[in-house]
């Protein structure tokens, strides 16, 4: 039986209109839907334009980030049509997206990645790939491709592993704790990266999905993860863009452990500015609409 008390943001999945179970269903669908779309984009853009070993385009820079794009309408359709979650509800509490809170957010984020970049240049903290080519030669199309796209990539991986994936291990478990935890370690495996292979890589990105899982339950929604993301995503490619590094970037299968250190620093400011800027904003952390989506007339939920 479901929770009547107001439920927080990893709860959001639980409701009496389905089994538990069907969440499982749903993860495996939403990465089954992915898979197929995905090789899909790929293949297009491999029979177009196939890029030299080692290198990222723009166009290829493209498929990868539309290939990511498409979590958010799957993971939104799977939530409302084989959970039967009320709409709005994987991205926060409240049922939609918060946008002035993902603004401030943002605000914020783009910050900390400049500062941040700053200390890595005045530091010479050591980067992926040399960085020494110069400008890559197609260096504004990866500009614009990663102004226009990288956001929802970005958003596309959130909506996914920060939402419905919490939200199912939720479903499953009480414990925000497990489902954080549960969500970053399977968050970090799929960028492929192992800790006997590249613990600092490993870390690093095991760093973020902890601090944006802690973000999602904390503030009721996807915002600042998004926000970080985002902002991490779109100011390394335009570096990586200036510096004919985005293969480097892209593919990285191992990190100095200085700029993850740097890393590391900068998501947990992140997070403590965002749960500030949650607290001066009262953002509602827990959710008191109903889970469910409204029967449509003559129609039963089962």
Do not use: K
């Given at each position: 039986?479901?929770?009547?008390?107001?439920?927080?943001?990893?709860?959001?999945?639980?409701?009496?209109?389905t089994p538990s179970g069907y969440v499982i269903l749903g993860a495996f669908t939403i990465f089954a839907g992915w898979i197929f779309t995905s090789l899909v984009i790929l293949s297009v853009q491999q029979s177009i334009r196939k890029d030299p070993e080692g290198t990222v385009s723009w166009f290829g820079l493209l498929a990868t980030n539309l290939s990511l794009i498409v979590l958010i309408p799957l993971s939104m359709l799977v939530a409302q049509k084989l959970n039967r979650q009320a709409?709005?509800?994987?991205?926060?509490?409240?049922?939609?997206?918060?946008?002035?809170?993902?603004?401030?957010?943002a605000a914020a984020a783009v910050l900390l990645e400049l500062v941040m970049l700053g200390v890595i240049q005045l530091g010479g903290v050591e980067l992926l790939g040399d960085g020494n080519g110069g400008v890559a030669p197609d260096a504004a199309g990866v500009i614009a491709v990663t102004l226009l796209t990288?956001?929802?990539?970005?958003?596309?991986?959130?909506?996914?592993?920060?939402?419905?994936?919490?939200?199912?291990?939720?479903a499953l478990v009480r414990s925000s704790v497990v489902a954080v935890l549960v969500t970053t370690v399977l968050f970090t495996m799929a960028h492929g990266i192992w800790p006997w292979e590249s613990p600092a890589l490993f870390i690093d990105r095991f760093a973020f999905g902890l601090v944006a899982g802690f973000l999602v339950v904390r503030t009721g929604g996807l915002e600042a993860s998004i926000a970080a993301h985002a902002a991490n995503n779109v100011v390394t490619f335009v570096f990586a863009a200036l510096t004919d590094s985005v293969g480097a970037s892209l593919g990285a299968d191992d990190a100095p452990w200085s700029l993850v250190a740097v890393d590391v620093a900068k998501f947990v400011a992140f997070g403590l500015v965002a749960l500030w800027l949650a607290r001066r904003t009262k953002l509602a952390a827990v959710c008191d609409l109903p889970l469910t989506a409204a029967p449509l007339p003559g129609k039963r939920l089962v």
């Open positions: 039986m479901a929770d009547l008390t107001p439920a927080p943001y990893h709860r959001l999945l639980r409701n009496p209109s709409p709005g509800l994987l991205s926060s509490v409240v049922g939609r997206l918060r946008w002035r809170s993902l603004g401030w957010f990288s956001t929802f990539q970005a958003a596309g991986e959130e909506y996914f592993f920060r939402g419905y994936l919490l939200q199912a291990i939720g």
